[in-house]
């Protein structure tokens, strides 16, 4: 398995562009418009399997976990590295000159990409949007509930997409210009987008919130078919979306959050509402990246924050490392050099579960607490908010009682010292290195109050490193360590941080016309220091 995925990799980071992609979403419209099961109306009448297999096949493609290294590119290159959850212990590809030191690898970038149009394998039938296309041309008024639960997902997907990229092709999927070229929505549109698809969704649903029927139970792996759950899961992602845009756009944001947050069906509250896909018997792809792979290491940030804050959930999320005795966690910083494996003695993630996290109460009721922080009607109080983020992040870890956490107002992020090259190290003083306290304090201004928020958030959606690096970009909390070695040639300054990915190679070869007005849509190049459109400094 190792010698496989190392293969992979190494293609993907040497070939790039065109030899290991399929074919790019928008050069054979007519093909992934056309249904991939070869079903007709009166076929997905006849069994709930037809029409309900190609959601099974959806959600694990959330995540793309099977073969795990698709995810590794898909993710853990990119988002769970640059959050500061997780740091790479040696040089991996192209000698370390990569994602970690900020010289993108297109084959690697391009992979989440393929996974959202169906141009990477295996592809259409695991792909969100060829397969939202055909589901909603085909399936009838009698299935206008598996439509909206297939909308939620499509925004669930999509929006991790736009937020690496920006601009994407969304409302204008299926639907090539004379030219054959397709055009991309501006992220804004997309987001509108977003919105009017989950208000269709939730709209259908809200009906349905007390029926005992459970159509979708075969296929769904996440919430057993239930209605009400799917409901208030797109109420929590609704609320996500709206406080993404909070700076880019506070009234829409506003209008969108509130609507959220007054459904009736309410939002995610407890562990056990939590969203996670079902993957079982397929490993979690974080166990063997740190393990089988060894390719994968606790973050610096994280050492930083959890040890600083004599954090319970650090056990829960990581092991000690074996470098230093007396169970000491270390994490590796990203963006360093890395002459060989060095670090493969740093804490190793903990075992987790053969469930993929999408979202949880705990990161709900921290939207909460920023909501009520904005003065969203319906928002509540952002201290109780707060609190009751890191309680429910506590009582989903089996953590202990938060009660002692809470009421600490001293403790701070510790310095960091790297035991292989002190040329790493964040001591004291550092303005990288956060001083925020854990204790809600009333008192403080809003952007402190932001902060804490944030931080604690940040540490809550663990290992979501794609969230987590979103809300960074968004927000600028928690505070992180910029990369030591930047090989991006200058277009991405190391002050800054990577704010998003360039657009897929493959697009480039086969859709030209239309990635080059998507690039229009930007408000700069095409390369990871531009901002996104919700990305405001």
């Known amino acids: 398995m190792r010698t496989i995925k190392l293969k992979h990799i190494r293609n993907l980071a040497a070939a790039g562009v065109g030899a290991l992609m399929l074919a790019a979403c928008t050069k054979d419209f007519e093909r992934i418009n056309t249904d991939p099961y070869g079903l007709s109306e009166e076929d997905l009448k006849a069994d709930f399997r037809l029409i309900g297999e190609p959601f099974r096949q959806i ?8 073969p795990g290294w698709v995810m590794q590119v898909q993710q853990n290159l990119q988002g769970d590295i640059w959050s500061g959850y997780m740091g790479v212990p040696g040089p991996f590809g192209n000698g370390g000159n990569n994602n970690s030191t900020y010289n993108l690898i297109d084959g690697w970038n391009e992979v989440m990409w393929g996974c959202a149009y169906g141009s990477y394998a295996p592809a259409p039938n695991v792909a969100v949007m060829p397969v939202a296309s055909t589901i909603n041309r085909l399936a009838g008024e009698e299935f206008k509930d598996f439509k909206a639960w297939m909308l939620i997902l499509k925004v669930l997907v999509m929006h991790r997409v736009s937020d690496v990229y920006g601009p994407i092709v969304y409302t204008k999927y299926g639907k090539p210009n004379p030219d054959k070229s397709v055009d991309y929505d501006a992220q804004k549109d997309a987001y509108y987008a977003f919105f009017e698809d989950l208000n269709t969704a939730i709209g259908t649903l809200t009906p349905l919130a007390s029926s ?8 769904d792996l996440v919430y057993d078919g239930t209605y009400k759950a799917w409901l208030r899961f797109a109420n929590s992602l609704r609320l996500r979306l709206a406080i993404r845009i909070a700076k880019a756009d506070p009234a829409k944001a506003k209008t969108e959050g509130e609507a959220a947050l007054a459904h009736p069906a309410g939002l995610l509250e407890l ?89 949880t109460a705990a990161e709900v009721w921290f939207l909460k607490a920023e909501a009520a922080l904005r003065g969203w009607a319906g928002a509540g109080n952002a201290k109780n908010n707060y609190e009751k983020g890191v309680q429910t992040s506590f009582a989903q870890h089996g953590a202990g009682d938060a009660a002692a956490y809470l009421a600490n107002s001293t403790s701070k992020a510790a310095p960091y010292t790297d035991t292989k090259n002190a040329g790493n190290n964040v001591p004291a003083g550092n303005p990288y290195l956060s001083t925020i306290t854990i204790r809600w304090e009333e008192g403080d201004a809003f952007e402190r109050k932001l902060e804490r928020i944030i931080t604690q958030k940040w540490i809550a959606m663990f290992p979501d490193g794609q969230e987590a690096w979103s809300e960074f970009r968004r927000t600028g909390y928690p505070k992180l360590f910029p990369v030591v070695v930047n090989n991006s040639g200058g277009k991405i300054p190391t002050a800054t941080f990577i704010r998003r990915v360039n657009f897929s190679q493959t697009e480039y070869a086969t859709n030209p016309k239309g990635v080059e007005k998507a690039v229009t849509l930007l408000g700069g190049p095409d390369n990871g220091g531009t901002r996104l459109w919700w990305d405001k400094p």
């Not at 694990?60 to 976990?65: G, K, M």
């Not at 979690?284 to 924050?305: K, Q």
């Not at 230093?324 to 190793?348: E, F, N, Q």
């Open 59 to 66: 959600q694990t493609n959330i995540y793309a976990v099977s």
């Open 271 to 359: 562990p056990a509402d939590d969203a996670a896909v079902d993957i079982s018997p397929t490993p979690n792809p974080y166990n063997t990246y740190t393990n089988s792979y060894n390719d994968i290491r606790m973050g610096a940030p994280m050492e930083s924050l959890l040890t600083g804050y004599n954090d319970p959930r650090i056990g829960k999320y990581f092991v000690p490392a074996t470098a230093v005795p007396g169970g000491v966690y270390k994490g590796v910083r990203t963006g360093i050099a890395l002459p060989d494996k060095i670090y493969a003695d740093y804490s190793r993630l903990a075992d987790m579960p053969g469930r993929m996290q999408l979202m």
């Open 212 to 219: 005992p029927l459970k159509p979708f139970e075969r296929f």
